[in-house]
């Protein structure tokens, strides 16, 4: 008893200092998945690779710090048991800092609606998808009010429709798209509406690529995804290309970690936006040399800043950057596909490529500021900072009269009218735009003006 008393000591000692070893985050990230997968369909032709994609995910989530439900992949779930598994899924995702739903199986959409197919369904009419089915919106669902950082839903699902001929006249091929609500990832496995391949080696493309991708350290959540749906391309020889639906997510998350941690990162905050505006947007002709960096402006419009396949509104959506995001790579520009508006901008982003409008980014400066003062006698005492060059934006901040510290960058017209230019400006972590008639350059006592 002696002995062991002089080890409690000892052990209590060792384990804070191993403790101690740990990033904080390590010890603090809670992470949930549910993975399932469904081969052994009763009433249509099964399936060869789902159960075996699902116990690779499973065995790779594991090794990555997940806790998952029922201990392991479930798989061959009927009705009763899916319904059983997305039920304790919620429960446990409860608090948790990542919440993750894997499924490999029959998908099929209805009338715009997604659903995973149990091993047991065999409808007959399109009524009985309600009662056979598990609408993958009710597992959104539950994750959306979780309380969760961060969601993510992975969809090995986009299959010919199995039912095609059993009067379920509605139904599309593939997966139809669906809106990913705030700090939710949504990826399937090809794009809406297109049928993915099953794979002849045990386990489908992009299952496969998925697994290898996740364990590699240094990939954000967005390079993940985006270096998955590549190697998909490159595997299928184009014939499969994955696709990603985002929200706004805050913070950074990393699947197996930072290039140099040795364990599982969590989310970490969002670093914080440069204190500089400085250049106007670019030129409409392709850039030459090195490429520029630019960030997006935080007053842009519903917080995020879409990238698209091409230069225009009427093109598909890569992927929302969220406002005050600095580490946009921006080449050439050219004027919008449907001749109005600003110019289109190429840009690169955590691994994405396409086109973003350039109004609402700005080049992050690389040399001196320029510095402007609010003018002591200005209306009412204060300087309006507004979300767009005019008066009939949204107010963001009012800049007190005498303030010398009000960054300027761009100038340009207002659209609404008025003679007097507007610039861009950053004032104490807020960004947008004021107009140049009570702003003067605290170094040279000059007034802004258009064209700057």
């Known amino acids: 008893m002696g002995h062991r008393r002089g080890l409690l000591p000892k052990l209590v000692s060792a384990i804070l200092v191993a403790m101690a070893g740990c990033p904080a985050s390590a010890l603090a990230d809670k992470r949930i998945a549910l993975v399932v997968g469904n081969s052994a369909y009763l009433n249509v032709p099964r399936l060869d690779n789902p159960a075996n994609d699902a116990r690779l995910i499973a065995d790779t989530l594991r090794a990555l710090g997940f806790t998952l439900v029922g201990g392991g ?44 197919v149990p091993v047991g369904a065999n409808p007959t009419r399109e009524s009985d998808v309600d009662f056979q089915m598990v609408d993958i919106a009710l597992v959104l669902r539950q994750m959306e009010g979780s309380g969760t950082k961060l969601n993510v839903i992975i969809l090995d699902a986009c299959r010919n429709n199995p039912f095609g001929g059993r009067g379920l006249r509605a139904a599309g091929s593939g997966l139809a798209q669906m809106r990913a609500p705030e700090g939710t990832l949504i990826s399937y496995a090809t794009q809406p509406g297109n049928v993915a391949l099953d794979g002849s080696d045990g386990n489908s493309p992009y299952t496969k690529a998925l697994a290898q991708t996740v364990k590699r350290p240094g990939l954000d959540i967005f390079q993940t995804f985006n270096q998955v749906g590549l190697s998909v391309l490159q595997a299928t020889g184009n014939a499969q290309q994955p696709w990603v639906s985002t929200s706004p997510i805050k913070g950074d998350f990393y699947f197996a970690g930072t290039a140099t941690a040795s364990t599982p990162a969590a989310l970490s905050p969002a670093p914080a936006p440069p204190t500089a505006v400085t250049a106007p947007p670019p030129p409409t002709t392709p850039a030459r040399g090195a490429r520029r960096t630019y960030r997006v402006l935080d007053t842009v419009s519903q917080g995020v800043l879409n990238m698209r396949t091409g230069a225009g509104t009427k093109t598909s959506v890569v992927v929302a950057i969220p406002a005050g995001a600095s580490d946009l790579s921006v080449g050439g520009c050219r004027p919008a596909d449907d001749g109005s508006g600003p110019p289109w901008c190429e840009v690169q ?7 973003v409008s350039s109004c609402c980014i700005v080049e992050v400066a690389a040399g001196a500021r320029r510095t402007f003062r609010v003018l002591a006698d200005v209306s009412q005492g204060i300087l309006n900072i507004r979300a767009g060059p005019g008066t009939r934006h949204n107010l963001v901040a009012s800049i007190p009269a005498g303030a010398s510290d009000v960054t300027v960058g761009s100038c340009t017209m207002p659209d609404d009218g008025g003679r007097t230019a507007w610039c861009e400006v950053e004032w104490r972590g807020k960004t947008g735009w004021a107009s140049a008639c009570c702003m003067v350059d605290v170094k040279t006592g000059a007034y802004a003006r258009a064209g700057e």
């Open 73 to 116: 992949a479930q798989l061959d779930l009927d009705k009763a048991a899916l319904d059983s598994a997305v039920q304790s899924f919620s429960h446990q995702i409860q608090g948790a800092d990542v919440g993750l739903f894997y499924y490999a199986g029959h998908g099929v959409q209805v009338r715009g609606s997604n659903y995973l």
């Open 349 to 355: 982003w955590r691994g994405y490529a396409g086109w």
